[in-house]
Structures are given as C-alpha cells and as structure tokens.
C-alpha cells in the first residue's frame, strides 16, 4: 500500500529592487518591511537617500538590520515621526 504524505507548503519568495522602488517612489510617507529577513542597514540608508517624506519606517523583526545607518536616516528623514525596530 502506498500512503499519500502531506504536501509541504511551498514557499513563495519575491525580490525586491530597493534602489528601483526609492528612485520611482520618492513620496512615500510609510514603509513596513516586517520581518524580511534578508532588509539590512544598506536598505535603510537607501530609502533614506530618496524618501525625503518618510514618516514611519517599520524594520520589526529584520535581523539583518544593525542601526549602523540610523544616524544617517534620522538627518536625511527629518519628517520621520516613528521608527520601529522591536526584534532586530
């Protein structure tokens, strides 16, 4: 007799052009990159070379991420009202 195992879920993976989306999308207000777990500190530093209107930048769970670019970030996002980093 041969017994069926469950499928295993297959795991769906997108790549993510930072340095396109910042230079097509220069006003945006909010970004959530919760837990991806391959965003580091140079992601941070290109959003914040070209989102001059960022106001919340979510990096929860992003274990790549240092801070070594928030000094950075806070000079060039002077709008930037909430910054969320529980978990990296």
């Known amino acids: 007799t041969y017994e069926k195992v469950e499928e295993e879920e297959e795991e769906i993976y997108?790549?993510?052009?930072?340095?396109?989306?910042?230079?097509?999308t220069p006003n945006l207000r909010v970004i959530n990159l919760y837990g991806i777990n391959?965003?580091?500190d140079s992601h941070i530093d290109a959003f914040?070379?070209?989102c001059?209107?960022?106001e919340c930048l979510a990096v929860?769970?992003?274990?790549?991420?240092?801070g070594s670019t928030m000094k950075t970030l806070f000079q060039r996002s002077r709008r930037l009202?909430?910054?969320l980093m529980q978990g990296t």
């Open 14 to 24: 997108e790549v993510i052009n930072v340095h396109k989306l910042k230079s097509a």
């Open 38 to 40: 391959f965003v580091d």
């Open 48 to 50: 914040s070379s070209n």
């Open 52 to 54: 001059i209107q960022l």
């Open 60 to 66: 929860n769970f992003c274990s790549k991420v240092t």
């Open 81 to 83: 009202k909430c910054l």
